[in-house]
């Protein structure tokens, strides 16, 4: 299946309490943008003029990317404006957001907190129900920086181990450590 539309998830902040952290972030964050961008017909994001969000448009547009910014009522602000190679999607809650984003062929979660993990779950789990309904699972690629998902991944393969999971059930949930890599696994040349 050709990744034409990618949902991009990502922290709508940086992570200040770790500057170093935050600098290879930001890098990776941006190259995975612009790998996007160049790659995918449309990248969907969550919208925002802030953080890795700002990033994530910044980069896209500057190779020449088209972008959807699927922007609940709670974090619409009127006043924002956005470029012209991003379509501003207003959506009336949260559910309907939820559906927008997958929507798309693929997926691709970068550092972020609270948010971008509520993403990532609802991507996985969508994967699930359309493994149980004969439905073809798309891919969910966690870009691991320095780590940062190793908790995560532990938590997936001890689901495994014990019987609460299994490899079919992770087998389109792929946990890479570069942008490049994540290129490589969605984007096969």
Known sequence: MAI??????TGSSYCKNDPDFQKRCIKATKEMARIAGQEAD???YGGG??????DVMEEVGKVGGKMRALISPAFYDP???????????KLDDDQQRTKEFLSADGHIVT???DGTICEAFFSHNDNLSRLYSGGGMKPVTILNLDGYYDGLKDWFTKAAAVGYSNAERQSNLHF???PRAVQRQLWPK
């Open 4 to 9: 034409k539309t990618i949902s991009l998830y």
């Open 79 to 89: 006043s924002e404006r956005y470029p012209d190679y991003v379509d501003v999607v």
């Open 42 to 44: 449309i990248v969907q």
């Open 176 to 178: 890479l450590k570069t």
């Open 49 to 54: 003029l802030y953080g890795h969000l700002l």
């Open 111 to 113: 550092p972020g907190g």
